[in-house]
């Protein structure tokens, strides 16, 4: 995959105009690694936004986020963004939108941004480290459904088995305020010589609440495969719904 140069948008882009009651910002855009996902998961989360009713939009520009934009939508996906994405004004309006009560969803690369932002890492709780890449770059796993009661869990089993890429994170959210723990990597059914996994508490999807808003995150979404996968992609799907109070 290729890297790009870290560019930011202060252009107003063109209105929106009105938005439905649902409705959802995908915004994609990748100051550093770039993810082949991110065009089959744009296009999954269009189909299913229609079957939901969901008005949905799509940018890659920054400069989308300002406080008349944002307010039209009730949530915003981090769909595998990368590195350093939004400028200082754009991170205010984005953090009052979500502290207002709007919902944040983080796909995948969501934790391998804005690392210098102290209040987007209070958010997720923590940041990407690295992933495995040593015997393998892409094993499977089995996930553990942490809870069967949330949203976006009543559809799971309790123990499945999916293939992605299995960020390690920069420490474990477990425990941390109001973060609640949905699904656990279980660490002990694949093999991570290099880099290390984490050391056994593996979570992998989880939520959170910052001041009215709602934060979904899950680190499902290297793979094309994740949107149509028959457990992520529901996962998501609610993900989204349960942050933007669908």
Same mark, same amino acid.
């Given at each position: 995959m290729p890297w790009q !140069?870290?560019? *930011?948008?202060t252009a107003r882009p063109a209105d929106p105009g009105p938005v439905g009651e649902k409705g959802v910002l995908i915004f994609s855009k990748t100051n550093g690694f770039r993810h082949e996902s991110i065009e089959p998961g744009i296009d999954a989360l269009r189909k299913a936004g229609k079957e939901k009713g969901w008005d949905v939009r799509t940018t890659e520009n920054g400069a989308y986020f300002n406080d008349d934009y944002l307010r039209r939508f009730k949530t915003v996906v981090f769909l595998s963004t990368t590195g350093d994405v939004l400028t200082p004004e754009q991170e205010k309006a984005f953090a009052k939108f979500v502290e207002n009560g709007g919902g944040?969803?983080?796909?995948?690369?969501? &934790?391998?941004?804005?690392?210098?932002?102290?209040?987007?890492?209070?958010? %997720?709780?923590?940041? *990407?480290?690295?992933?495995? %890449?040593?015997?393998?770059?892409?094993?499977?796993?089995?996930?553990?459904?942490?809870?069967?009661?949330?949203?976006?869990? !009543?559809?799971?089993?309790?123990? *499945?088995?999916?293939?992605?890429?299995?960020?390690? *994170? !920069?420490? &474990?959210?477990?425990?941390?305020? &109001?973060?609640?723990?949905?699904?656990? %990597?279980?660490?002990?059914?694949? !093999?991570?010589?290099?880099p290390k996994a984490m050391g056994g508490d593996h979570p992998i999807s989880w939520t959170n609440v910052v001041g009215k808003g709602r934060v979904f995150y899950t680190g499902f979404g290297h793979t094309n495969e994740t949107f149509t996968d028959q457990y992520a992609m529901p996962h998501i799907v609610a993900g989204i719904e349960w942050a933007g109070r669908f």
């Open positions: !140069k870290p560019v *930011f948008d944040y969803v983080g796909i995948h690369a969501a &934790s391998d941004t804005e690392y210098g932002w102290d209040w987007y890492d209070h958010m %997720l709780g923590t940041h *990407f480290r690295d992933h495995p %890449l040593y015997p393998e770059h892409l094993p499977e796993a089995e996930i553990i459904t942490d809870t069967q009661t949330h949203p976006t869990t !009543k559809h799971l089993p309790a123990t *499945f088995r999916r293939v992605d890429e299995w960020y390690n *994170f !920069k420490q &474990s959210v477990r425990g941390k305020d &109001s973060i609640q723990v949905l699904l656990t %990597l279980n660490e002990a059914t694949y !093999k991570a010589v290099w």
